[in-house]
């Protein structure tokens, strides 16, 4: 690619936002990115990754700027990161697998609806927020696919990630069936940081 003067990083899978194409690095998040940079008249080289695999290297200097990033996110808090404006919303929903429920879905967030449950959360994301104060565990993975693969199969009770990313990977891997289980009801700015 020659030379670089901004590299800057994504999930490597948000169906939508962020993800690869026969072409290369994909989505809106990636187009937002590459006009920021284009903007401030830089070149850019896209490394997709892991999430948290994102946030580090941006926190150790390996990355100038990470794409998609639900704002505000306490992962950065205390640790100078900036962010554009908002070009989007992300509506975070807790999916459970129709198929697998062993619980009755309710509608409301509340601790008895979530007593004793197994929630997969992305690592790095603002999503583990939602679940403040609810009595149930919560295994951080890589990935939102990892998440739906480890519900499918049992390991946890539900997963938790922005609505229409599940929505897009339940219809497209998994026949459509993991379904919203709650709302949270929150919703957070994406921006690039």
């Not at 169906?15 to 850019?44: H, M, N, Q, T, Y």
């Not at 601790?111 to 009595?135: E, T």
Request: glycine content about 10%.
């Amino acid at each position: 690619m020659g030379w670089v003067d901004v590299r800057a990083g994504s999930a490597r899978r948000h169906p939508a936002s962020a993800f690869r194409a026969a072409s290369g690095s994909a989505g809106v998040s990636v187009r937002i990115l590459a006009e920021v940079v284009a903007d401030i008249g830089e070149r850019s080289e896209f490394i997709p990754d892991e999430f948290a695999h994102v946030l580090d290297a941006l926190l150790s200097g390996k990355l100038d700027m990470v794409a998609n990033v639900g704002w505000p996110n306490p992962y950065f808090d205390g640790k100078g990161i900036h962010a554009t404006r908002a070009y989007a919303r992300f509506e975070p929903a807790i999916f459970v697998w129709d198929k697998g429920a062993t619980f009755q879905a309710g509608r409301r967030m509340g601790n008895a609806y979530f007593q004793g449950l197994i929630i997969a959360v992305q690592q790095g994301s603002f999503v583990s927020d939602c679940l403040k104060g609810l009595d149930c565990t919560i295994v951080p993975v890589d990935n939102d696919m990892v998440a739906f693969t480890r519900l499918v199969w049992g390991h946890v009770d539900a997963a938790i990630t922005e609505r229409k990313a599940g929505l897009t990977i339940s219809g497209s891997y998994f026949h459509g069936d993991i379904t919203v289980g709650w709302e949270t009801g929150m919703s957070r700015d994406v921006v690039c940081s």
